[in-house]
């Protein structure tokens, strides 16, 4: 069973926080998002890792994630009647990806809503049901991509980070939010490998140990075929494929 967020030690909660320097090319994209939000009454955020990566100085327009406090594909359907662009709905996961009008296909925002989930099985995919910004964070791989950048006009640019994010991401430090997330979910050993090959982090002690206890488990045996065949993809587009199989063979050494 997943636990529960522990209560959050954190100086911001799930609503407050500094605000995030967001980039200028995407800043009027996330303030139309945010008025949409007002004019539904639906709270808006930028989630995971693109506000890692603005929190980073980078200048990510592409591939945006977007979470709501309500329903998500309505929301979706009212920014692509807005905006313009392509919609495509999975009714199976709430979720909608929308690809904006122009020609990049990477601008793209998949819209959600707010969930938690349960793992009622390792490796298995989670249960899910609607929940609240800290729990649609908690649900997520390491607390640098648990964070969140409120949208809507009154709140613009706030930065949500009740698992301490930003901290972990000043320091390199790629945190899980609770011990079981890599049984629960064995493709976070892989993300984490990527992360910490693309930014030159490291796994905090406690994650590691538990990193390790996993590989010794087999949990990445648990994953099916076509799960652990998209990780290992996603591994090989990175700048430095070879610096990430060569992580990956050292950890699973030292899980022996
Ligand atoms: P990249 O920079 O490689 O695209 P990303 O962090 O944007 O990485 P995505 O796969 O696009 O990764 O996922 C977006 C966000 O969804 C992540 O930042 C994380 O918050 C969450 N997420 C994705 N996969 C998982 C997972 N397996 N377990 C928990 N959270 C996940």
């Given at each position: 069973m997943t636990p529960r967020p522990a209560?959050?030690?954190?100086?911001?909660?799930?609503?407050?926080g500094a605000p995030v320097r967001l980039p200028p090319a995407v800043t009027p994209l996330l303030a139309r998002l945010g008025q949409l939000g007002d004019a539904r009454g639906v709270a808006v955020y930028g989630v995971g890792g693109c506000v890692r990566d603005w929190l980073l100085g980078r200048s990510r327009l592409t591939d945006l994630d977007v979470t709501v406090e309500g329903e998500g594909p309505a929301f979706a359907q009212a920014a692509a009647k807005a905006m313009g662009g392509t919609l495509q709905v999975h009714p199976a996961f709430g979720t909608a990806t929308l690809q904006l009008p122009?020609?990049?296909?990477?601008?793209r925002i998949d819209v959600a809503g707010c969930r938690k989930e349960t793992y009622v099985r390792p490796a298995a995919y989670p249960v899910v049901a609607r929940g609240t910004l800290e729990e649609d964070l908690f649900r997520r791989d390491f607390t640098l991509n648990a964070m969140a950048v409120a949208l809507?006009?009154?709140?613009?640019?706030?930065l949500a980070d009740p698992f301490r994010g930003r901290e972990d991401l000043q320091r390199g430090r790629l945190r899980v939010l609770h011990a079981r997330s890599f049984l629960d979910d064995p493709t976070r050993i892989l993300r984490g490998i990527r992360f910490a090959q693309r930014f030159g982090w490291a796994f905090e002690a406690q994650t590691a140990r538990r990193l390790r206890e996993a590989l010794a488990a087999g949990a990445?045996?648990?994953?099916?075929a076509g799960r652990l065949e998209r990780e290992l993809t996603r591994l090989l587009q990175e700048p430095d494929p070879a610096a990430c199989l060569r992580h990956l063979s050292r950890l699973l050494e030292r899980a022996r």
């Open positions: 209560r959050a030690p954190a100086r911001e909660g799930a609503r407050a122009g020609r990049n296909p990477r601008r809507n006009a009154a709140r613009f640019g706030a990445l045996g648990w994953l099916n």
